[in-house]
T-cell receptor, first 108, second 115 residues
Framework: GQQVQQSPASLVLQEGENAELQCNFS?????MQWFYQRPEGSLVSLFYNPSGTKQSGRLTSTTVIKERRSSLHISSSQITDSGTYLCAMETGGYKVVFGSGTRLLVSP | GALVYQYPRRTICKSGTSMRMECQAVGFQATSVAWYRQSPQKTFELIALSTVNSAIKYEQNFTQEKFPISHPNLSFSSMTVLNAYLEDRGLYLCGARDFRGSDYTFGSGTRLLVI
């Protein structure tokens, strides 16, 4: 079965609203990364967050290992935040498995 | 800092032909290299994980016969898509990390179009 469940699949916000993206894992995880995928496909690493909470500007990532979940919070969303966000978990077998992605659209 | 250069960025190949893509790690030792494919409208699927001095492990639905991988040293890896067909089109991504096993650094991807 699918090891990483990412939600929502898509999200539409008005500029200034906050966004909460979630990833849930069906197996134990060793680490977590969150990425932004540029339109041409390349990945921008947002967070490497094995556990706890990390913040970078308007972005906050929280990983709770025992609950097998990680979230990405975007505060005061901007139009330029639009795009696809991916979580990726590392399993016990040292494999990194990607979530299905959240397509975010921020409108003016 | 750690960087991974992946090339080519885009490539077109005729159906039934093969194409090779390469990744170069700079600023760290690529002890482990993972290759992924993102088919249209899908997320990234792991093709195989290569660790220096270990056998390359292919995921279900991917084989060495179709996607041979080379990982000859701690800075370079290549993967070939043999006998490419329409279903092989997509974005191929390599990611690498060092022996400390922290986060992966990813290349910018190779977009394959098959005609």
């Amino acid at each position: 079965g699918q090891q990483v469940q990412q939600s929502p699949a898509s999200l539409v916000l008005q500029e200034g609203e906050n966004a909460e993206l979630q990833c849930n894992f069906s197996t134990s995880l060793n680490s977590m990364q969150w990425f932004y995928q540029r339109p041409e496909g390349s990945l921008v690493s947002l967070f490497y967050n094995p556990s706890g909470t990390k913040q970078s500007g308007r972005l906050t990532s929280t990983t709770v290992i025992k609950e097998r979940r990680s979230s990405l919070h975007i505060s005061s969303s901007q139009i330029t935040d639009s795009g696809t966000y991916l979580c990726a978990m590392e399993t016990g077998g040292y494999k990194v498995v990607f979530g299905s992605g959240t397509r975010l659209l921020v409108s003016p | 800092g750690a960087l991974v250069y992946q090339y080519p960025r885009r490539t077109i190949c005729k159906s039934g032909t093969s194409m090779r893509m390469e990744c170069q790690a700079v600023g760290f030792q690529a002890t482990s290299v993972a290759w992924y494919r993102q088919s249209p409208q899908k997320t990234f699927e792991l093709i195989a994980l290569s660790t220096v001095n270990s056998a390359i492990k292919y995921e279900q639905n991917f084989t060495q016969e179709k996607f041979p991988i080379s990982h000859p040293n701690l800075s370079f890896s290549s993967m070939t898509v043999l006998n490419a067909y329409l279903e092989d089109r997509g974005l191929y991504l390599c990611g690498a990390r060092d022996f400390r096993g922290s986060d992966y650094t990813f290349g910018s991807g190779t977009r394959l179009l098959v005609i």
